[in-house]
């Protein structure tokens, strides 16, 4: 099939994309996004968080950096590390195998000096992203249930997982309005001109990438 111009309903092209199949492994199904920024322009920059209705399929290993009751409530929740001091030299040394981390208002003043390390693999607790919060234990649940970040990259592009070639279509198409719902709400709060979407593909790990129609499914 030549899909070199041809634009598909965000439909078509995830019936299209499940109906194709691998032996080896289960693919993940991953939207990336054209945006109309200038992405130099920090006022213009994309980023934030959606929870996806039926997550990305991805197990999320989660870090949080809290004491006391709060610690508990990490553990509770599903937190693969909780820690203080402690966390922060294991990370200094280079031990960053986590997805995702967490932190309360009062531990920043022992995360902020590890800006350097968290910053470039983003993984920098964000009030924005909901990875600085008092509410440890929601913050925890929604990490491990795949919530995703949305920000663009140098180039003005966004790439993030909807799911896997296992989910059922109704469930890509859920996942995916919920990337497009964020990104709305992202264009009221940014000083863009014109369109923040330029264009938008779907594609599986191996397969053909496919040019989705701008319309969003509702």
């Excluded at 989660?62 to 990370?91: C, R, S």
């Excluded at 009221?188 to 594609?203: A, E, P, Q, R, V």
Aim: without cysteine; charged residues 30%.
């Amino acid at each position: 099939m030549d899909t070199k111009d041809k634009k598909f309903s965000v439909e078509e092209a995830v019936k299209i994309i499940s109906d194709e199949s691998s032996k080896k492994f289960v693919e993940a199904i991953d939207v990336a996004v054209n945006l109309g920024i200038d992405p130099i322009k920090t006022d213009q920059a994309v980023r934030g968080a959606t929870n996806l209705p039926h997550g990305s399929g991805k197990t999320y290993k989660v870090a949080v950096f809290a004491e006391g009751d709060e610690a508990k409530e990490a553990k509770d929740a599903g937190a693969d590390m909780v820690g203080m001091e402690d966390l922060a030299d294991d990370m200094k040394k280079g031990n960053i195998d986590y997805d995702v981390i967490i932190a309360t208002p009062e531990t920043m003043r022992i995360v902020s000096p590890l800006g350097q390390i968290l910053g470039p693999k983003g993984l920098m607790p964000n009030p924005k992203l909901g990875t600085v919060t008092n509410d440890i234990s929601k913050a925890v649940k929604e990490a491990k249930a795949g919530q995703v970040e949305i920000r663009n990259d140098k180039d003005g592009n966004i790439g993030v997982s909807i799911g896997k070639k296992s989910f059922n279509d109704d469930q890509l198409l859920k996942n995916y309005n919920a990337i497009l719902d964020t990104l709305e709400k992202e264009k009221s709060n940014n000083t863009l001109k014109g369109d923040l979407i330029k264009s938008t593909f779907i594609t599986s790990t191996m397969g053909v990438s496919y040019k989705v129609k701008l319309a969003k499914n509702i």
